[in-house]
């Protein structure tokens, strides 16, 4: 099942899957954040070369906007992992910024990944902490067995080449949204510090071209690589998940993804595969028809997809995805979620 987040709106809601949470703001002009110059291979399969191809990205920029879809486990938990066991993450990169981590315990998360015994109950509120705005997703196992992959990898590491992960949710009754706790975290602990970030939070965060329904919504908070575009240009390179995903329930009919299209324009059959959104035709690809249950739209009795109508591209949105395959693939991801 999908998590999904009700906000509500001056006449109207958004609902919202793969974003934790929203600011309630006046609406803005569309934010767009322009994407690096930088093109992976046209195709990369496989979790390992995946996860070795975005970990030489990491030559090119400072900040992997690695998006995720809540709830739909398997490969997204499996590449991230995959990534820091690497033995070159750990060489280019320290830290790693989470949603699934509040602010208020980092000190907790600091000596739990530097391998201190923690007592679980104190590690717990770590993502426990977040669940005022995440819906109590990140109380999937999947999230723990990420930071325990850290720990273990800086076990085998001298102290001064430890990966450091950072709470980036601004924890309970915070005055701000995700995307600014996020920023002031990068800023602060990242770049000012001349560093290197994987950041790992719900895919929408990382959209960066946004809907006129999302922006709406949104206030000051108008997205992670639209804020780090802003201020650090050409630092930050984002990559989605793509595939199926069940219709919400709020809506009853809506543009059916033809992901045959997908299948169709690549060469290789193998599932996962990294795809460059700058590549014809992917890049031209609608954004309502494969990211259009990722958020919902509702006003009146009516609800539809915050990309309807919109005329925004895949392209427009990140600079390359991981593509899952179509339903039969994604009924082998359903297996794995345990949500």
């Known amino acids: 099942m999908r998590v999904a987040r009700l906000i509500p709106l001056v006449g109207t809601a958004l609902i919202v899957g793969g974003l934790a949470t929203t600011s309630l703001g006046r609406a803005q002009s569309p934010g767009s954040a322009p994407p690096p110059s930088l093109r992976p291979p046209d195709e990369t399969t496989g979790v390992d070369a995946i996860a070795q191809t975005l970990i030489a990205v990491f030559d090119r920029v400072d900040i992997l906007a690695l998006g995720e879809t809540h709830g739909r486990f398997g490969i997204d938990s499996d590449l991230r992992i995959a990534m820091v066991r690497h033995p070159d993450f750990a060489k280019k990169v320290r830290y790693v910024v989470i949603e699934c981590g509040s602010a208020t315990e980092q000190p907790a998360l600091d000596r739990y990944i530097g391998g201190e015994n923690v007592p679980r109950v104190q590690l717990e509120r770590v993502w426990k902490a977040t669940a005022e705005t995440t819906n109590g997703f990140c109380d999937a196992p999947e999230y723990a067995s990420f930071l325990a992959a850290v720990r273990d990898v800086n076990s085998t590491l001298p102290a001064e080449a430890r990966i450091r992960v950072l709470g980036g949710h601004p924890g309970p009754n915070a005055s701000r949204g995700i995307e600014t706790a996020a920023v002031s975290v990068l800023k602060d602990q990242v770049i000012q510090k001349h ?145």
């Open 195 to 339: 560093g290197k970030a994987l950041v790992i939070y719900g895919e929408a965060h990382f959209y960066r071209t946004l809907p006129r329904a999302m922006l709406a919504s949104m206030g000051g908070d108008i997205g992670l690589a639209v804020r780090l575009e802003s201020e650090f240009p050409g630092r930050t390179f984002v990559v989605i998940p793509i595939g199926p995903l069940d219709r919400p329930r709020a809506i009853t009919a809506d543009l059916d993804p033809d992901f045959h299209k997908f299948d169709r324009a690549l060469k290789t059959q193998a599932r996962p595969v990294l795809i460059s959104l700058q590549r014809l035709p992917f890049r031209d690809f609608t954004a309502e028809e494969f990211l259009g249950r990722t958020m919902t739209s509702c006003g009146g009795r009516a609800c539809v997809s915050a990309f309807k109508g919109s005329a925004l591209a895949l392209g427009q949105i990140a600079d390359a995805c991981v593509y899952i395959g179509g339903r039969t693939e994604a009924s082998h991801e359903a297996k794995r979620s345990r949500y």
